[in-house]
């Protein structure tokens, strides 16, 4: 005799929970892409907040976070 198998059941109620949230969350997520990938460096360099996160004087220029995991390595 076949056991019962209970993860579709699980899945199908799970997703008639949470499909609105997931629907919302891909959604935020490819508008915030989508705006990022059109910023540049110069964008970066004009904007007071990320002058205030970031600097510009190590590592040749570039701009590196204060708390990125590059530090830890020095």
Same mark, same amino acid.
């Given at each position: 005799?076949?056991k019962f198998d209970? %993860?579709?059941?699980?899945?199908?109620?799970? %997703?008639?929970?949470?499909?609105?949230?997931?629907?919302?969350?891909?959604?935020? #997520?490819?508008?915030?892409? !989508?705006? &990022? $990938? #059109?910023?540049?460096?110069?964008?970066?360099?004009? &904007?007071?907040?990320?002058?205030?996160?970031?600097? &510009?004087? $190590? !590592?040749?220029?570039?701009?590196?976070p204060y708390d990125?995991?590059?530090?830890?390595?020095?």
């Amino acid at each position: 005799m076949r056991k019962f198998d209970l %993860w579709p059941v699980f899945f199908k109620r799970e %997703w008639n929970r949470n499909w609105p949230f997931l629907v919302g969350f891909a959604i935020t #997520g490819t508008l915030i892409t !989508y705006c &990022s $990938l #059109g910023l540049t460096e110069e964008d970066a360099k004009n &904007s007071p907040f990320v002058q205030r996160h970031m600097t &510009s004087n $190590l !590592y040749g220029g570039r701009m590196i976070p204060y708390d990125c995991d590059i530090y830890n390595i020095i």
